[in-house]
């Protein structure tokens, strides 16, 4: 089992930057790829970016490449998700995702992003 609390989220103007965390407890925090995820009012859930166990894998959706970067303290059990340049479309709850197999995986709570024109 593993427990996950973002933080993080708020009202930012377009083109300012927020920086998402996410906690992890239960099982062994080095031991799981992690992830975060978005979805936008009448849309499906989205990737925004991955991280393998180590840290040293990164995976980006293309709406975020360049603007977005993920990153995790395996000391601190807990995994970031760095915004910039931030556009009205990046409005979302944003979720963080704790990737332990196939058939196995968790989800947060989700933080609220809103992005002001």
């Known amino acids: 089992q593993v427990q996950l609390l973002e933080s993080g989220g708020g009202l930012v103007q377009a083109g300012g930057s927020l920086r998402l965390s996410c906690a992890a407890s239960?099982?062994?925090?080095?031991?799981?790829?992690m992830g975060w995820f978005r979805q936008a009012p009448g849309k499906e859930r989205e990737f925004v970016a991955g991280i393998n166990l180590s840290g040293g894998t990164t995976y980006y959706g293309d709406s975020v490449k360049g603007r977005f970067t993920i990153s995790r303290d395996n000391a601190k059990n807990t995994v970031y998700l760095q915004m910039n340049s931030l556009k009205p479309e990046d409005t979302a709850v944003y979720y963080c995702?704790?990737?332990?197999?196939?058939?196995?995986?968790?989800w947060g709570q989700g933080t609220q992003v809103t992005v002001s024109s």
């Open positions: 995702n704790a990737f332990i197999s196939r058939t196995r995986d968790y």
């Open positions: 239960g099982r062994t925090f080095s031991s799981y790829a």
